[in-house]
């Protein structure tokens, strides 16, 4: 069975300091993606990043940026220079890379950014 | 380019009635999935829809059902509320035949109160 856990539940900092979400998974699939989604208070999902479990390499995508580690099953992203803007509950999710997404998420962690 | 409409926002019942959600997929997707949010939860996979027929199925009992309709919008049915049924329902869209499997894009929500 596929299980995303993400042990920080709530994350306060002040803004322009940087923030590591953890995200770890579990799977018995040899090819997979991981995702992560932001919700802000409206309720939407907003994609962020998605990444094949083929590619390990690091991605930056201006003030974020992801880890990815095979070995260590993790996928953890970082925000550079927080702002007020990026408070939102993040979401870590795995699926298959099958047409049809059947996604599983963890609980989420909340960052909370102050100004 | 709309994206994912559901409807209603927000929606009050009472245990024991029945109640039915809407979702519009983004245009050009032909692959609806509903996913159940609960307070402070990450959101539960409840079904696919693809090309009319339920591709995959969440770990839900059978009083939730769901339909799609030839212009790929869908309906998620839900008998015999309890309590434990209120939650953000949130509907996801994307091209099922897509092999590249784009991410899902993800609606607003509908917030379903049992009371």
């Known amino acids: 069975a596929q299980k995303v856990t993400q042990a920080q539940t709530e994350i306060s900092v002040v803004e322009k300091e940087d923030v590591t979400l953890d995200c770890v998974y579990e799977?018995?699939?040899?090819?997979?993606?991981l995702f992560w989604y932001k919700q802000p208070p409206s309720g939407e999902l907003v994609f962020l990043i998605r990444r094949n479990s083929f590619d390990e390499q690091n991605e930056i995508s201006g003030r974020y940026s992801w880890n990815f580690q095979k070995s260590t099953s993790s996928f953890n992203f970082t925000i550079t220079a927080s702002q007020v803007v990026d408070s939102a509950v993040y979401f870590c999710?795995?699926?298959?890379?099958?047409?049809?997404?059947?996604?599983?998420f963890g609980t989420g962690t909340r960052l909370l950014v102050s100004p | 380019d709309a994206g994912v409409t559901q409807s209603p926002t927000h929606l009050i019942k009472t245990r024991g009635q029945q109640v039915t959600l809407r979702c519009s997929p983004k245009s050009g997707h032909d692959t609806v999935s509903w996913y159940q949010q609960a307070l402070g939860q990450g959101p539960q996979f409840i079904f696919q829809y693809y090309e009319e027929e339920e591709r995959q199925r969440g770990n839900f009992p059978d009083r939730f059902s769901g339909h799609q309709f030839p212009n790929y919008s869908s309906e998620l049915n839900v008998n015999a509320l309890l309590l434990g049924d209120s939650a953000l329902y949130l509907c996801?869209?994307?091209?099922?035949?897509?092999?590249?499997?784009?991410?899902?894009?993800f609606g607003d929500g509908t917030r379903l109160s049992i009371l």
């Open positions: 996801a869209s994307s091209l099922g035949a897509d092999r590249d499997n784009q991410p899902q894009h």
């Open positions: 799977t018995r699939d040899t090819t997979y993606y």
């Open positions: 999710a795995l699926s298959d890379i099958t047409g049809f997404q059947k996604l599983v």
